[in-house]
Nanobody
Framework: QVQLVESGGGFVRAGGSLRLSCAAS????????MGWFRQPPGKQRDLVAT???????NYADSVKGRFTISRDDAKNAVYLEMSSLKPEDTGVYFC??????????????????????WGQGTLVTVSA
């Protein structure tokens, strides 16, 4: 079973920086788009940034110029560098990935399925 595990959340004052990490594990054939979403207290979960296996990253307007998403395919990992943090950046940050998971191996043939996986979330708190 493919799992995503986030780390790097915490408490920071406004203007500060944090780096979130997310690593995927399991029977992974390939990882396509990876991304970060956040859920502020009492609000819905919204996109922060995504990065595909090719092409430029995509950012929410509210974080452009302050956050940077990157990935390391050798480690099945995605990162989110957050700077100039604001109180409104507070929330639980969730890692997300579109993954091809190996389900069976028969000789030279691999069977797989495509699925969307979510991490458990990591809390980021930015104080004024």
């Amino acid at each position: 079973q493919v799992q995503l595990v986030e780390s790097g959340g915490g408490f920071v004052r406004a203007g500060g920086s944090l780096r979130l990490s997310c690593a995927a594990s399991g029977s992974i054939l390939s990882i396509h788009t990876m991304g970060w979403f956040r859920q502020p207290p009492g609000k819905q979960r919204d996109l922060v940034a995504t990065i595909s296996s090719s092409g430029p990253p995509n950012y929410a307007d509210s974080v452009k110029g302050r956050f940077t998403i990157s990935r390391d395919d050798a480690k099945n990992a995605v990162y989110l560098e957050m700077s100039s943090l604001k109180p409104e950046d507070t929330g639980v940050y969730f890692c997300n990935a579109d993954v091809s998971e190996i389900t069976a191996s028969e000789g030279d043939s691999l069977h797989y399925r495509d699925l969307e996986v979510w991490g458990q979330g990591t809390l980021v708190t930015v104080s004024a």
